[in-house]
């Protein structure tokens, strides 16, 4: 666009702008307009708290965001008036963290959850100061809040997917990596008992070979819908090891708890009919072992695995630890 153009764009712009700005003290526009675009880009609202009298003003937008009805908080609320807006879990770090910031004059920065009047959650992205007035008696917060609930659910979305085996929609190696090592902590720390599980199928390849790989994934997809998760509590973590093998970590489980639950799962794959044939599972157990870490915990259930496979297949095996 030349110097020429430019300037008409400009002019006819103008023409259509309600707002013209006629401020001798700006170039072009003021530091006001400035703002105000800023806040409507961003989708960022500004708050303040006069400390002394515990009173909190809200701008449109937050008003906006807290799900408040225009003007609701042209006066101000109190303090802990718009506490009741945060979600119960996040009140005591809230609460912390504001505290901190006050005492200490230190940068307010915190994202929490806040609950709307029509019960919808909110993250809210909020940043803020001490803001003495001068020839005022009172001390301010002032600061800025942005709804960041869509950053937030497109983060936790990425973080599922980077934890997901694709085809089964159980965990995948990586997370049950750590997974092996957290349990291990908590069960250390509060003496629990914990069991590890290796699922493998029998037999599979010759399901590729015969049905066709597609036949093969459909059955993995089966296994681990119609007879794992069923067999499982909440609590329990089940993974995609590699293959056709499947790891399950069950929290607070004893070997012998751990051997009902195989059973259950051995039974309930008995009872799947991948086309004309049927499947069967082998299952290794090992029950963690204090001062044991976790690779060493695994290598037990793996071999205890491979001691159900040698004895036929279809089976159940315990870890023993060879005699000293
Ligand atoms: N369809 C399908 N097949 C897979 C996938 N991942 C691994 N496999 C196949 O799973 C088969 C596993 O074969 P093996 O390790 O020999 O085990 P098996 O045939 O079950 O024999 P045993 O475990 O000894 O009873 C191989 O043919 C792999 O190609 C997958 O994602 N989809």
Partial sequence: MDPVQQMELGDRLMLHNPVRITNTACSGTCPQRKLDILQQVAG?????????????????????????????????????????YVH???????????????????????????????QQVRHIRSEGRLEPIPNDQSVYFVGFEEDVTDRVALEQELERQAQQ???????????????????????????QQLTAMLIDADGFKAINDNYGHEAGDELLHDLVHCCFRPCLRTIDHLGRWGGDEFLVILPETSEEAA????????????????????????????????EESPRDWLRSADFA????????????????????
């Fill in 305 to 324: 695995l491979y001691e159900a496979k040698r004895g036929g297949r279809n089976r159940i095996t315990r870890y023993r630890s060879p005699p000293a």
């Fill in 259 to 290: 051997y009902h639950v195989a059973e259950r799962i051995r039974d309930q794959v008995e009872t799947l009919q991948p086309g004309p044939g049927a499947i069967t599972v082998s299952i290794g157990i090992s029950a963690y072992q204090p």
């Fill in 165 to 191: 085996d694709g085809l089964t929609g159980t965990y995948n190696r990586r997370k049950m990596d750590n997974l092996l090592h957290q349990e291990r902590e908590r069960a250390i720390r509060y003496r």
């Fill in 88 to 118: 119960p879990e996040d009140q005591p770090r809230v609460q912390q963290g504001f505290w901190r910031a006050a005492e200490l004059a230190l940068p307010w920065r915190l994202q929490f959850r806040a609950i709307r009047p029509d």
């Fill in 44 to 84: 960022i609202g500004f708050w303040e708290l006069d400390l002394k009298t515990g009173h909190v003003w809200l701008d449109g937008r937050l008003q906006e965001i807290y799900g408040l009805s225009p003007g609701e908080n042209n006066l101000g609320i109190e303090l802990r008036t718009w506490r009741k």
